[in-house]
């Protein structure tokens, strides 16, 4: 895969936000919504950063995306 190239230490939740940003980026949504779903499992610290950051704006309308923005108690998108 593009980024995983054995540089990157995916055993950080760090990683995983990073790695969902760059998916969200590219629009591989599905990828990013994963690697999302597994940073916000794993209590990743920059996950609030998702609810105003313009890297994730295609993700807005994706059900999965609001599940986690609902459960960080983050007021519902317009």
Not at 46 to 61: A, K, V, W
Request: glycine share 2%.
């Amino acid at each position: 895969e593009w980024i995983n190239d054995n540089k990157t230490d995916m055993s950080e939740p760090k990683e995983y936000f990073y790695y969902a940003k760059r998916c969200a980026v590219m629009g591989k949504n599905d990828e990013s919504l994963y690697w999302l779903e597994k940073a916000f499992q794993n209590k990743c610290v920059f996950m609030p950063y998702i609810y105003n950051s313009y890297d994730f704006r295609n993700l807005h309308d994706e059900p999965r995306f609001r599940a986690i923005v609902r459960q960080m108690n983050f007021p519902e998108y317009r």
